[in-house]
């Protein structure tokens, strides 16, 4: 049978300015790099829009090193203020869908000590050998010996949980920075097979998670991000409006500073 290629996501265009969009929706749920920061500094505009939304914005990123509390206190430094409980990170997440999904598993973490700590808080044992679940994230100290581990734990039946299937996020001054994508794709070259549940945008389970903070569905929300392929899609498939932002060709604001009236 004719198998056709998925279309790309539809990138939506309507009449309505994106700070009038902004300006109606109940809840802005907005990506983090690119967005509102580049390696955890606030760009131009973005402290005037987080105190412009007050409680209607959630930081939604598929960021995997930090916890919510450590990123607010990071942001604040650079007077972009957004409380913890308005943070929702792909990492933590992805934790506490292992542990909800795998109680009391022994995981073999590839990723920053926050992870750690929060596996042990939600009662699931850090391991590196015999493990049931293999967590992978951006993990700056991922080296062959960490690749071995993984291999080996997944040939002998351990399920594999990836935080984000991106393979960079901006950094300043136009640098890229790797991200957990690539590491995924060298899991990949070696267990091709191995299936894995990804968890960051545009995965349903963030966008989820900060809707249900906010007490508001789909349709009485906003999305505004820079990739079209991960933030907007995702959103789009959820039912919610979406503004991508930065220098895509088809973004409709260019920064923060253009998304308050
Ligand atoms: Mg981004």
Do not use: W
């Amino acid at each position: 049978m004719l198998k056709l290629a998925e279309p790309p996501a539809p990138i939506r265009t309507t009449p309505m300015a994106p700070s009038e969009r902004i300006a109606g929706a109940r809840a802005v749920l907005c990506d983090l790099d690119g967005c509102l920061a580049e390696s955890n500094v606030a760009l131009p505009g973005a402290a005037a829009l987080a105190q412009a939304l007050g409680e209607r914005l959630y930081i939604v990123s598929n960021n995997s090193t930090h916890d919510p509390i450590g990123l607010s206190q990071e942001l604040a430094l650079h007077g972009l203020v957004v409380p913890p409980h308005r943070i929702v990170l792909a990492g933590l997440v992805t934790v506490e869908t292992i542990a909800r999904r795998r109680p009391g598993a022994r995981v073999l973490i590839a990723g920053s000590s926050v992870l750690r700590a929060r596996a042990h808080m939600l009662g699931l044992t850090p391991a590196a050998r015999d493990v049931d679940v293999v967590l992978l994230a951006r993990d700056t100290g991922f080296d062959y010996t960490r690749l071995e581990a993984i291999v080996r734990e997944l040939g002998a039946g351990a399920e594999l949980f990836a935080t984000n299937s991106d393979v960079s996020h901006p950094g300043r001054h136009g640098r890229l920075v790797p991200e957990t994508g690539c590491l995924l794709a060298a899991v990949r070259a070696c267990v091709s097979e191995a299936p894995c549940t990804v968890i960051g945008k545009p995965k349903p389970a963030l966008y989820e998670e900060a809707l249900r903070r906010a007490g508001c569905s789909p349709s009485e929300a906003i999305m505004v991000g820079d990739n079209p392929a991960t933030d907007i899609s995702g959103a789009l498939l959820l039912g919610m409006d979406a503004i991508l932002v930065g220098r895509h060709p088809l973004a409709e604001a260019g920064g923060p500073s253009e998304l308050i009236a």
